[in-house]
């Protein structure tokens, strides 16, 4: 399990791996696979490592390609708002939106490139990286293995039908979530259709 939470975390900023499967879910389920401290010790660093890795390579890849990689078949499929508002915030606050960005899920997959593309300095991009995957693997590291803890009371509490209970309700909470997010994503879509047609009319007045 912890393996397969740093090919994940690492996949995220590399190859967009994030926007199917968030890390933190991946993180928060091995940690509560953890049977102790140490071992969660374990599991923060390794998940640290990997991510600051997938980190430094997306930058390399944001380096590499340039603002021309907005146009990439692989920005297109992430999408290009997202890249477009994790450009827009590097350049307002620089190492700092790299590390704040570590807490977003989707501009998360897009920073690390963003910043490479942008010209961000390489000395002020890695202790960024550095604090905030430091930081974000042990929050998710410590909120798993309070809830492997927490879901052992539980079910000495409760018993199977607590569980069956508690699985309808992250259900319908994870499919509300969905439906609210298509909708905000229908919303922007037609806001940016609307600024087109009104740029249009007004060459064609023009």
Do not use: N
């Amino acid at each position: 399990m912890v393996l397969v939470a740093g090919l994940v975390t690492l996949g995220e900023t590399t190859i967009g791996v994030g926007l199917v499967l968030p890390g933190e879910t991946v993180l928060i389920a091995a940690a509560m696979a953890v049977p102790d401290v140490p071992a969660a010790v374990l599991v923060t660093g390794v998940v640290a490592v990997a991510a600051a890795c997938g980190d430094a390579i997306g930058y390399a890849i944001g380096r590499r390609f340039g603002p021309r990689l907005r146009e990439s078949r692989i920005i297109g499929r992430m999408g290009r708002d997202a890249w477009d508002d994790a450009a827009r915030t590097l350049r307002r606050w620089g190492p700092w939106a790299v590390l704040g960005a570590r807490f977003l899920p989707v501009v998360r997959t897009m920073t690390p490139a963003a910043a490479g593309a942008s010209g961000l300095p390489l000395r002020r991009f890695l202790p960024a990286v550095v604090v905030g995957t430091t930081v974000w693997s042990a929050v998710h590291v410590t909120a798993g293995f309070l809830l492997r803890e927490a879901a052992e009371q539980f079910e000495k509490a409760f018993g199977i039908a607590g569980w069956v209970v508690l699985a309808v309700v992250v259900v319908a909470g994870v499919v509300g979530w969905r439906v609210r997010r298509r909708r905000a994503e229908a919303r922007r879509a037609a806001a940016r259709e609307t600024v087109a047609a009104l740029a249009e009319e007004r060459r064609d007045a023009a």
